[in-house]
């Protein structure tokens, strides 16, 4: 036990009671609803405005609320980042074409609490190099969910993601990052996607975190379009990513965001 005062970072991470840790996971089933209903919808022919109005469509039966619209200006109910997109792609009148592979990025809000989440999904078939990327993407957010438990830090998640990555060949982008997640989008801390073990806060139960590793193909650089939004890999590399809201529970992970 140390009597020394907690550090300023720690301080300021918001920790959630068990109820409202369920009030978080009903908005997070219905951002993994949602998102389950992009997969059978995302084909080619498709556009992602198409999605995007889907997906504001569902949230409105649920009597739920965009968590991007209007976010920093922010245009749109889904972000749809097609191939060298990283994130923040808005949707538009782009037509899905097979062997695309589409980042779906979304966030609701609902009784006072956010949800978050992110798939990558392939359209009709894609190249065995598609795949791997979205395979090792996803297998590197549940590596990180796995070290979501109380005896472990902050950078123990950071460093997961950044070792399964790397030693399949692909890079982290290091200029987004997760977050904390609660009765608003973006809490502390930061949850970097690469990272030294050990390092970091202590996780503690009530943490309510989203992870979210975001992976290029080639190098890790990306830069932002004129569009002042889309961010996509300097070297015109492929880009996934994936996404759940996660609680810290004395028991290890409760992923929020799984249907
Ligand atoms: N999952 C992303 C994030 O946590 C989505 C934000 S999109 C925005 O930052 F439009 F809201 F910015
Ligand atoms: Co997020």
Not at 10 to 21: A, C, G, N, V
Not at 29 to 51: D, F, H, N, Y
Not at 186 to 204: C, D, S, T, W, Y
Not at 217 to 234: F, L, N, P, Q, S
């Amino acid at each position: 036990m140390s009597s020394l005062p907690p550090l300023p970072e720690d301080e300021r991470i918001i920790l959630k009671s068990p109820q409202e840790i369920e009030k978080m996971r009903r908005s997070n089933q219905i951002v993994a609803e949602i998102l389950a209903e992009m997969k059978t919808s995302a084909r080619p022919g498709v556009t992602t405005r198409e999605l995007d109005e889907l997906a504001e469509a569902l949230l409105a039966k649920r009597k739920a609320h965009s968590a991007f619209k209007g976010y920093n200006g922010y245009p749109a109910a889904l972000c749809t980042s097609v191939n060298e997109e990283v994130v923040h792609g808005i949707p538009s009148n782009r037509v899905l074409k097979e062997g695309d592979i589409l980042s779906l990025d979304f966030g609701a809000i609902y009784d006072g609490f956010y949800g978050d989440a992110a798939i990558t999904l392939p359209i009709g078939s894609i190249s065995t190099e598609a795949e791997q990327l979205l395979r090792v993407t996803e297998e590197a957010l549940y590596l990180a969910i796995e070290q979501v438990r109380p005896e472990n830090r902050l950078m123990d998640i950071s460093a997961a993601i950044q070792r399964h990555v790397e030693s399949h060949g692909f890079s982290v982008v290091r200029d987004f990052v997760g977050h904390g997640i609660g009765k608003h989008l973006h809490e502390k801390p930061q949850v970097p996607n690469f990272g030294i073990p050990g390092r970091g806060v202590r996780l503690k139960p009530g943490m309510t975190l989203a992870i979210e590793p975001m992976i290029n193909a080639g190098g890790c650089e990306v830069m932002i379009r004129e569009d002042g939004w889309t961010a996509v890999t300097k070297d015109r590399s492929l880009s996934a990513h994936f996404e759940h809201s996660v609680a810290v529970t004395e028991n290890g992970p409760a992923i929020l965001s799984k249907l």
